[in-house]
């Protein structure tokens, strides 16, 4: 192999790819990208079994082949490289050469055949989701996963579809967050759960791509594809659970808060919460009282009493602040909905009139 090429445009597709090697030792291969050149593209390939990515660009091929090298070194290698424009990459004795004007590096290889294949979705109907609103929908409930891999449908994304539009949800069972986007035209799916870390990755691999990505399901794989990018991830074979069972149908208290003023009490005080991260919120729609008060007998404590529009029945519930702070990263709206229905059913959050946003977080346990 011997090719020619714009480093710029090379260092770009190799960061990508770079992030999605794997890093097992028993398998040393997986750290490599695996470079393909012929017919004026060179295909850049990485995965670590659970996520797949190919990029390919135009280059000069002087001469076709392959290699597998180290992502991580190419990388380093070429982002660190400032003077020169124009990069060269020749196979030399089995290994790779990696020069420009002013400088050069030999790159120890990998066996080629070891590299593994990464899956082809193949699918009858394939359809297309706009990718700033793909990534909006991952976005806005991802931080609701499971980070623990014991139970690999908590740590995962599930997306379902419903008439024009697509649900991605996410849940570590003490919240969850819901979040519908339209799509106008879509496969109709059940369920598909993608692990938590692959949707990091393909957020970050698309997020530079504002038209529509084509996708592809089959029972084992999904795909996301552009003419110069594929990126494939494995599918979760669980069941996500039944999460519509465990939102209240009845609201007895309503509290509508201005989102800012309901973010800026919460951090004043988590200063003064205790080792749970509790706060309490007391209630009282005649008194016209929202109360949120933190105690901690090592530091002190703290009351903030919020303006707030409040209906229904009195009402005092603790919630560990951790796990109300990250929704609002979600909520567009300036003033925000808290729904209750007792001391023992989840809290629902909502941006007021935005129903395409839910956010559920159960309560303290006294």
Known sequence: MNIECIKEKLSYAIAKAEKITGKNISLPILSCVLLEA??????????NLDLGIEITLPVKVNKPGSIAISGAVLYNFISNITNDKNINLEVVEGNLKVSTKHTKSIIKAFPVDDFPNIPKVVSDTPFTFNVPNLIKGFKSVIYSSSVSTIRPVLGSIMLSSEEDSVIFVATDSFRLAEKKVAVKKHKEFNQILLPFKNVGEIIRTLEDYKD????????????????????????????????????????????VVLKQDFVSALKISNIFSDKFSQVTFYINPKEKTFRITTKNMDIGENVNNLDAVLKGDELTISFNYKYIIDCFQ????????????????????????????????????K
């Open 38 to 47: 012929h017919d004026s593209i060179l295909t850049i390939k990485a995965t």
């Open 330 to 365: 979600s909520i567009d709206a300036d003033s925000i909905s808290l729904t209750f229905s007792d001391t023992n059913k989840p809290m629902i959050v909502r941006g007021v009139s935005d129903k395409s946003f839910l956010y559920l977080v159960m309560p303290m346990n």
């Open 212 to 255: 529509d990505v084509e996708v592809k399901l089959n029972q084992n794989q999904i795909s996301f594809s552009y003419p110069d990018l594929y990126i494939t991830s494995r599918v979760i074979d669980g069941v996500f659970p039944d999460y519509k069972q465990i939102i209240p149908k009845d609201e007895k208290t309503e509290v």
